[in-house]
Structures are given as C-alpha cells and as structure tokens.
C-alpha cells in the first residue's frame, strides 16, 4: 500500500511542476515525472509477490505468474513517452531561438 501511495506522491509533484512552474524546461521535466510515476503505478498492478515470468515452458507448472499485460502497457507508454519528451524538447529549443527565453510569462507575442 506504501508504494501505490509514493507512486500518487510522485504524480502530485509531477502534476505540481506542470502547474506552477513558468520554465519550459522544468515543465517537461515534470510530464517526465508524472509520466514515470503512472508507468511506475502500471508496473505495480501487475506485480505479485513471488511471481514468475510468464515463460511457457512444457515441462514446468506455474501457478503464480506475474500478469504481462501491464509490463507491455509500460513498454509501449515509455516509448510514446520518449517521443512525446523529445518532440516537446525540440518545441521548447523553437521558442526559445525565437523570443530568447524558456519562462512562459514572457512569451506572449504568440499567435496561430
């Protein structure tokens, strides 16, 4: 129960930089946090204590097997979430060539 409770934790801070901070940088920093906070919460749904891998094997028996649906839901949200990072990234270096800063409050010459 700890865990699932840190792992809430670590989202509240996450959520908490998107929200307050007015650099561009920590505000991807913190997608990146909460991002690995909800993996992290995925991770932990599908444990179970003296698991075993889910390998089928003919000869063996298993009866406690560790669920893989999470652990694939994970690896594919990690790599959507490096494309996601790197595409905000590259968005982030376009604003700052363009006004010279990172803080959000000064960038208001926006326009569609």
Known sequence: MALYLLCIALFTIGLYGIL??????????????????????????G?????????????????NMVDPLPQ?????????????TAMTVAIAIRIYEKYGTFDVT?????RG
């Open 72 to 84: 694939a839901i994970v690896l594919t949200a990690i790599v959507i979430g490096l494309a996601v």
């Open 106 to 110: 000064k960038i208001n010459r926006l």
């Open 20 to 45: 307050r901070k007015r650099n561009i940088i920590k505000i991807v920093i913190s997608m990146m946090i909460a991002e690995y906070a909800i993996n992290l919460m995925f991770v932990l749904v």
């Open 47 to 63: 444990y179970r204590y003296e698991g075993r891998s889910p390998i089928l094997s003919p000869d063996q028996e298993i009866l």
